[in-house]
């Protein structure tokens, strides 16, 4: 079935450092690919996705590229923050989906 | 302001008692679910909902129910079958459903259960 595995964390970086957490799929067809966040004691919310090959997804600094060739899907950021300390989830919808599959989330904690 | 509210933010349960945790929502969105999170394990569906009347099992249904008898609610019950179910569960809801499925859900802030 249709799967995600990212990058087991936590990652711990000091600020302003370049992110990068790596993602990759497996599934059939042509997914759309997502990541969600979470900050401490709350519920996810998306950051960016991308719908299909070579599309770029990009939000508050980060970004992902949806590459089929690699099947990744890979958040980065220039320039990290404290208050980008949170949880990361990268997520895929199949074309024949009802549901997100999730992958388990990678921990960040970002440094002063 | 628009959204979706889980409750309650904690619980706790003694072995053998069913439990409900609440979610609704004052979005309009057709399509709400349930996931479960544990520590190392991401995001686990245990039930989805397209329409009112109307909900499909996920991939850890066992043990848990659900209704949605309302378009704005779609609680969910821990039964006694549930043999581990101390954990985060979240519920989410979005506009979309079916094909047309973007995939953007809007999350509450989760309800955490302890069972003693």
């Known amino acids: 079935g249709d799967s995600v595995t990212q990058m087991e964390g936590p990652v711990t970086l000091s600020e302003e450092a370049f992110l990068t957490i790596n993602c990759t799929y497996t599934?059939?067809?042509?997914?759309?690919l997502f990541w969600y966040v979470q900050y401490p004691g709350e519920g996810l919310q998306l950051l960016l996705k991308a719908t299909k090959a070579d599309d770029k997804g990009s939000n508050k600094g980060f970004e992902a590229t949806y590459r089929k060739e690699t099947t990744s899907f890979h958040l980065e950021k220039g320039s990290v923050q404290v208050s980008d300390s949170a949880v990361y989830f990268c997520a895929l919808m199949s074309n024949s989906g009802y549901a997100l599959n999730f992958g388990k989330g990678t921990s960040l904690l970002v440094t002063p | 302001d628009g959204g979706i509210t889980q409750s309650p933010k904690y619980l706790f349960r003694k072995e053998g008692q069913n439990v409900t945790l609440s979610c609704e929502q004052n979005l309009n969105h057709d399509a709400m679910y349930w996931y479960r999170q544990d520590p190392g394990q991401g995001l686990r569906l245990i039930y989805y909902?397209?329409?009112?009347?109307?909900?499909q099992k996920g991939d850890i249904a066992e043990g848990y129910s659900v209704s949605r008898e309302k378009k704005e609610s779609f609680p969910l019950t821990v039964t006694s079958a549930q043999k581990n179910p101390t954990a985060f569960y979240l519920c989410?809801?979005?506009?979309?459903?079916?094909?047309?499925?973007?995939?953007?859900?809007?999350f509450g802030e989760g309800s955490r259960l302890t069972v003693l």
């Open positions: 989410a809801s979005s506009i979309d459903t079916g094909f047309s499925n973007t995939g953007e859900l809007f």
């Open positions: 909902s397209q329409i009112v009347n109307d909900f």
């Open positions: 599934a059939t067809g042509y997914p759309s």
